[in-house]
Nanobody, 122 residues
Framework: QVQLVESGGGLVQTGGSLRLSCAVS????????MSWHRQAPGKQRELVAS???????IYTDAVKGRFTIFRDPAKNSVYLQMDSLKPEDTANYYC????????????????WGPGTQVTVSS
């Protein structure tokens, strides 16, 4: 069973940086779409950044210019570089991918990671 494994969360001071990582555990054929989402206590989960297999990236306005999403195709991994962090960035961050399992099973699957906590202190 394909799973996503996230890492890189933690506690950081305002203005600091963190890099989140999300790796695929298990065999897949291709990854069509990758994204990072976050959910703060009492709030709905929101899209932070996304990246298509063609290289198009989109960011929510709150993180533009501070966060960067990128991938390592050789490792089937996606990353979120977070700079100039603010207390309002505090949330549980989730990785999501849409992938094709195999040539024998060519139907796109949506996979979510379990989340990694990011806390920014003021």
């Amino acid at each position: 069973q394909v799973q996503l494994v996230e890492s890189g969360g933690g506690l950081v001071q305002t203005g600091g940086s963190l890099r989140l990582s999300c790796a695929v555990s298990g065999a897949i054929l291709t990854i069509n779409y990758m994204s990072w989402h976050r959910q703060a206590p009492g709030k709905q989960r929101e899209l932070v950044a996304s990246l298509t297999d063609s290289g198009t990236s989109i960011y929510t306005d709150a993180v533009k210019g501070r966060f960067t999403i990128f991938r390592d195709p050789a490792k089937n991994s996606v990353y979120l570089q977070m700079d100039s962090l603010k207390p309002e960035d505090t949330a549980n961050y989730y990785c999501m991918m849409r992938s094709i399992p195999s040539q024998e099973d060519p139907y796109e699957r949506t996979i979510w990671g379990p989340g990694t906590q990011v806390t920014v202190s003021s």
